[in-house]
């Protein structure tokens, strides 16, 4: 089955309004990683971090590697954070990713 | 900083020939290189993972002898689609690392199969 379950699948929200994305897996992970992907499909990679919570600007990822689970919050939301955001799961020390079906935000006026 | 520079970004072949993508790693040792495909309407799937020193590791539903893979030194590695029909496009990533870091994306390559 799908080893990382992301959720919501979408989400919509005011410009201003937080968002909480939510994303779990299905085995142990080392590491779990955040990204953003542009509509040309590249992705940017936004946080990895094995445990604990992690900043950056307007974001923040928390990851209770015990509970598989992790979590990744947008605040002050606004229209460019518009898009899909990706969640991956790394197992070991490859460069091998398991990645989650993505959470399309759209973030309105 | 750490880069992956990845080429072409996008490319058209016609059903049934092969392409080439690469990936340059800068700023860091590629010590192991993943490439990864997103189908249409899909999430990205892994098609194998590439350690220097170690065989490269083929996942299910991906062989060798359709997509062969080169990581000749620790800055480069490219991957072939051979004999490409329709359900081989999409986006092609390779992901790259060196030690314990992140895992550092190429922008990816978009093929379209006509």
């Known amino acids: 089955g799908q080893q990382v379950q992301q959720s919501p699948a979408s989400l919509v929200l005011q410009e201003g309004e937080n968002a909480e994305l939510q994303c779990n897996f299905s085995s142990t992970a080392t590491r779990l990683q955040w990204f953003y992907q542009r509509p040309g499909g590249s992705l940017v990679s936004l946080l990895s971090n094995p445990s604990g919570t992690k900043h950056t600007g307007r974001l923040t990822s928390t990851t209770v590697t015990k509970e598989r689970r992790g979590s990744l919050h947008i605040s002050s939301s606004q229209i460019t954070d518009s898009g899909t955001y990706l969640c991956?799961?790394?197992?070991?020390?490859?460069?091998?990713?398991?990645f989650g079906k993505g959470a399309k935000l759209t973030v309105s006026p | 900083g750490a880069l992956v520079y990845q080429y072409p970004r996008r490319t058209i072949c016609k059903s049934g020939t092969s392409m080439r993508m690469e990936c340059q790693a800068v700023g860091f040792q590629a010590t192991s290189v993943a490439w990864y495909r997103q189908s249409p309407q899909k999430t990205f799937e892994l098609i194998a993972l590439s350690t220097v020193n170690s065989a490269i590791k083929y996942e299910q539903n991906f062989t060798q002898e359709k997509f062969p893979i080169s990581h000749p030194n620790l800055s480069f590695s490219s991957m072939t689609v051979l004999n490409a029909y329709l359900e081989d496009r999409g986006l092609y990533l390779c992901g790259a690392r060196g030690g314990n870091t992140e895992v550092f994306f190429g922008k990816g390559t978009r093929l379209t199969v006509v």
């Open positions: 991956a799961m790394e197992q070991g020390t490859g460069s091998k990713l398991s």
